[in-house]
């Protein structure tokens, strides 16, 4: 049996705020930090340890993983960082509120915009000094592999090679794995490790900060899933998660 954590950062600054994120690199909110070190020690109380952890180039996941390995007394453990893993790219939304947006343009096409399988936000203009090719943080990048905005679909096409290339064969070492990263990379995730249709994936939604436990058998497939925590309060995240889009 193989076991596998995933981990959404704890609230941002812009989740607070109720803006479209993706690849702004906003912090962790007050909450958010309480959020990531509950979580490190929930996953310390139920005897989970870690040989490697994956997290974004984001500093809400990075943050999240420090500060939940710091209570969890691992805070030496090997951290590998990676664009891979980013949220997924939120184009020209980025930086909008998600209410506003949706009294703008209506609910229905705030849901498409955040839950859809392949339908792009609008694109940044590629001299937006957003565009990651002119940011520093993705200077090592090749260019041509950085997005102006992305569907689930694109993400999953960056996020699931780079677990099977990366991640998968560390974990058929034995090495137990945690992934901190984002609402979207690990939908990504999650719709390949269950095998959801892409209606499925519309209805699913992250809760900050709480760990998502995944077991596989012997071949593989996955066993078990289970978030650590509170049941009812992390229902509750989820609803907020989904109401987001809401008008208000
Ligand atoms: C959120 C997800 O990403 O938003 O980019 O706004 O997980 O990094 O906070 P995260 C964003 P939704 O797709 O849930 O609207």
Redesign the pocket.
């Known amino acids: 049996m193989k076991t596998l954590v995933l981990l ?2 704890g609230e ?1 600054e ?2 607070l705020e109720n ?4 690849w702004t690199d906003v912090d962790l909110s007050t909450k958010g930090i309480e959020e990531a070190k509950n979580a490190g020690k929930l996953l310390k109380e139920k005897g989970y340890d870690f040989d490697i952890a994956y997290t974004s180039y ?1 500093q ?1 996941a990075i943050h999240t993983l420090q500060l939940a390995l710091k209570e969890m007394g691992r805070e030496n453990l090997p951290v590998v960082k990676t664009w891979k893993l980013n ?2 790219h ?1 184009g020209a939304l980025q930086g909008l509120n ?1 209410a506003e947006t949706a009294k703008k343009y209506g609910e229905e096409q705030v849901q498409i915009w ?1 839950r859809s399988f392949d339908i792009q936000p609008p694109a940044l203009k590629p001299e937006d000094d957003r565009n990651p090719a002119r940011q520093e943080l993705y200077n090592e990048i090749d260019k041509a592999d950085l997005p102006l905005t992305e569907s689930l679909k694109d993400t999953i096409a960056r996020v699931i090679p780079y677990y099977e290339q990366e991640i998968l064969p560390k974990m058929n070492e034995k090495k137990r794995v945690i992934i901190a990263a ?3 990379s690990l939908r990504a995730l999650m719709m390949y490790f269950e095998g959801l249709t892409e209606e499925e994936i519309t209805k699913v ?1 992250i809760p900050t900060g709480v760990p998502l436990v995944y077991e596989f058998d012997d071949q593989g497939k996955m066993s078990k899933k289970f978030y650590l925590g509170d049941a009812a309060e992390i229902e509750a995240k989820m609803k907020a ?1 989904a109401s ?2 809401k008008a208000k």
Request: aromatic share 14%.
């Open positions: 959404r950062h941002s812009w989740n803006k479209f994120t993706g984001l809400r949220e997924r939120y998600k955040r984002h609402g979207n939604n998660v987001q889009g």
